[in-house]
């Protein structure tokens, strides 16, 4: 059974960085990504890595701060978030998937397997 493993969340400041972990066992996977929830809100798209050709796509609000990033031989993909604002505040989900089309990446019930979350908090 495939199985995601999230780390790296925890509490800092406005503008400040945080790098975000996820580590895959079981298989490997086309598309790795990351989601994050806010209370009260939806679980919402951050970006997404295909193992093929390496294509990134993000969220327009992370854009220019945020870079993912992948290890495609040891099945682990990376989050760099940079210039943190307080809305960038949710727990954040790692996702993976397979046949991923490019009109799918946003939607969070295109991915099969999720971790666990951790929490990622900005203090204004």
């Known amino acids: 059974q495939a199985q995601l493993v999230e780390s790296g969340g925890g509490l800092v400041q406005t503008g400040d960085s945080l790098r975000l972990s996820c580590a895959a066992s079981?298989?490997?996977?086309?598309?790795m990504g990351w989601f994050r929830q806010a209370p009260g809100k939806a679980r919402e798209f951050v970006a997404t890595?295909?193992?093929?050709?390496?294509?990134?796509y993000y969220h327009d609000s992370v854009k220019g701060r945020f870079t993912i990033s992948r290890n495609s031989a040891k099945n682990q993909v990376w989050l760099q978030m940079d210039t943190m604002k307080p809305e960038d505040t949710a727990v954040y989900y790692c996702?993976?998937?397979?046949?991923?089309?490019?009109?799918?990446?946003?939607?969070?019930?295109?991915?099969?397997?999720w971790g666990q979350g951790t929490q990622v908090t900005v203090s204004s």
């Open positions: 996702a993976a998937g397979d046949r991923i089309i490019l009109s799918q990446v946003r939607q969070a019930d295109a991915y099969d397997y």
């Open positions: 079981g298989r490997t996977f086309s598309s």
């Open positions: 890595i295909w193992r093929s050709g390496g294509n990134t």
